[in-house]
């Protein structure tokens, strides 16, 4: 005869009185196996856990908040905290059975701080990029408060990383706060995998509830450029480079709309000179097992001309976008060692300010209005919203939900025609025959 549970459901939880036990319920094995226990406190919602009873061994652990009426983010259902107990209760076998590939418990514990070191040293290996500047920021706004810093991750919870974001610099950005969550869920995501047999099963779902993005006012505020200012940056970037590479790299920004981490993927063969296009690389967005279509766009003859010192003697697997990296020799002298291509935005950011300057544009402007620009500019040359959306490796309802202002200016004049009077028109007034005669 199945069992019938009564923590099921909100609706039943709600009806058991608070207890300091948990409520169990065998999910394998009965009482000596898998169980999951829920436990009811005198105010908010309860909580799941799990527990394991095997040959003598007993082990236990807290899971995750339940879903209980009023319960915060990333609070479990019934189902889902089956399947955690499921887990966890593997990974406690794996243990007690002494599996040769479960790792040892490490000698100190994995705390914030430490996720967070090896998440840099693993970012900088791979986009073999140095690990100063993703370094400093991490330094600055998450492990300098000591008590995030310093919890272990077997501790952490969703509520201590909310405690520790409403302690952010109140000075920082909408965007800010959303690239320093990006990177801090990304490096407990990565430790909590690397040592998942060691950790709560529960632990990638508290990251998730506490790294949520907040509204950033950079959705509501885009920054749309004039060309004569566009054509000011781009000539601003060739001043502050005598070597051109900056001044290139900003003239493909602006001529694609492409993001920055697509524009230094390009290739010298990706040019083609005689079809007058640049052959874009698709963004990474963690699409595995999509296979890369490049995107074609059109540019002109200015535009390939620019291109033309970096196309010279190149061969076509080659990067098309180069720079010299620098070393500091001492106060403010720097030398340069070696050429390489160009990683990410932030290693631009110190000529962007000086083109910036040159161009006499205000301090905010960020390179992205480049790709904001070239949308808008396709949007009002009355071209189709899908082709824009292609030309620049996004979705029409992004570009509806972002551009719907500008999608409405470039089909007015389309819709004008169609227009029919509405209003009721004013009766004629009749002359007598005498006035007309007159």
């Known amino acids: 005869m199945a069992q019938v549970s009564i923590v099921d459901s909100p609706a ?8 300091k036990n948990p409520y169990w319920q065998g999910i394998a094995g009965s009482r000596k196996g898998v169980s999951l226990g829920y436990r009811k406190p005198q105010r908010g919602s309860g909580t799941w856990t799990a527990k394991l009873v095997l040959d003598g061994h007993r082990r236990e652990a807290r899971l995750a908040q339940a879903d209980d009426a009023g319960s ?27 599996v040769d590939d479960a790792p040892a418990q490490p000698s100190a514990p994995i705390t914030v701080a430490t996720a967070l070191d090896a998440y840099v040293d693993a970012y900088a290996a791979r986009k073999k990029t140095p690990r100063n500047y993703m370094a400093g920021l991490l330094k600055k706004h998450v492990l300098s408060d000591a008590a995030f810093a310093e ?39 990565q430790a909590a995998d690397q040592h998942r047999r060691v950790l709560p099963p529960n632990l990638p779902t508290e990251i998730k509830a506490g790294t949520k993005s907040v509204p950033s006012e950079a959705n509501a505020r885009k920054q749309i450029l004039a060309d004569a200012d566009i054509r000011r940056l781009v000539a601003g970037a060739f ?9 290139r790299m900003i003239l493909c920004l602006a001529a694609t709309g492409a993001r920055f981490s697509q524009v230094a993927r390009i290739r010298v063969a990706d040019v083609q000179v005689e079809r007058m296009r640049i052959m874009v690389p698709p963004a990474r967005k963690g ?44 106060p403010r002298e720097w030398i340069k060692t070696e050429r390489g291509p160009w990683t990410e935005s ?93």
């Open 239 to 247: 001043h502050v480079d005598e070597t051109g590479d900056f001044g």
């Open 346 to 438: 932030p290693t631009a950011r110190h000529d962007w300010a000086r083109a910036r300057a040159y161009a006499g544009l205000p301090a905010d402007v960020v390179m992205y209005a480049f790709r904001h620009s070239s949308i808008v500019r396709g949007l009002c040359a009355r071209l189709p919203v899908r082709l824009v959306a292609a030309l620049h490796d996004t979705s029409v309802g992004m570009i509806e939900a972002h551009y719907s202002a500008y999608i409405v200016d470039a089909t007015e004049d389309l819709v004008r025609p169609t227009l029919v009077p509405l209003a009721p028109a004013e009766p004629t007034r009749l002359c007598p025959i005498a006035e007309v005669a007159a």
């Open 287 to 330: 699409r595995p097992g999509k296979t890369s279509v490049p995107i074609a766009v059109p540019v002109g003859a200015d535009i390939i001309a620019g291109l033309q010192p970096a196309l010279a003697s190149r061969l076509g697997h080659e990067p098309l976008l180069m720079r010299w990296t620098k070393k500091q020799v001492g």
């Open 151 to 189: 919890t272990p991750l077997a501790k952490l919870t969703s509520e201590k990383i909310i405690a520790w974001r409403k302690r952010l610099a109140p000075n920082l950005s909408g965007r800010s706060v959303n690239w320093i969550l990006t990177v801090t869920r990304a490096a407990l995501n």
């Open 72 to 98: 915060a983010d990333g609070a479990l259902p019934y189902p889902a905290a089956v399947t955690a107990a499921m887990e966890w209760a593997r990974g406690e076998l794996r243990k007690i059975e002494g």
């Open 12 to 19: 039943k939880r709600a009806r058991l009185p608070a207890a």
